[in-house]
């Protein structure tokens, strides 16, 4: 039986500070420490429940992140 692959660290940077900044200073910032998605969503999208790893997500109201997660 082959063992299970190890995912890719990713960037130590919680998501609870990109919460209240404009959507492209968030983004820029995500990319700058390291996360290699970044996906802005507005509210009630729907999106897939796998977990990415790499990924931060944003939740966008008028231009300004308004909730952020990982995965």
Same mark, same amino acid.
């Given at each position: 039986?082959? &063992?299970? +692959? !190890? +995912?890719? /660290?990713?960037?130590?940077?919680? +998501? %609870?500070?990109?919460?209240?900044?404009? /959507? %492209? $200073? /968030? %983004? *820029?910032?995500? #990319? =700058?420490?390291?996360? !290699?998605? #970044? *996906? =802005?969503?507005?509210?009630?999208? @729907?999106? $897939?429940?796998? @977990? *990415? &790893?790499?990924?931060?997500? @944003?939740?966008? %109201?008028? &231009? $300004?992140? $308004?909730?952020?997660?990982?995965?």
């Amino acid at each position: 039986m082959s &063992s299970l +692959p !190890t +995912p890719p /660290a990713q960037p130590d940077d919680p +998501p %609870e500070p990109y919460v209240g900044l404009d /959507a %492209e $200073t /968030a %983004e *820029r910032r995500a #990319v =700058a420490r390291g996360w !290699t998605t #970044v *996906r =802005a969503v507005a509210p009630g999208t @729907f999106l $897939t429940m796998e @977990f *990415r &790893s790499g990924r931060i997500n @944003f939740q966008v %109201e008028d &231009s $300004t992140v $308004t909730r952020c997660w990982i995965g």
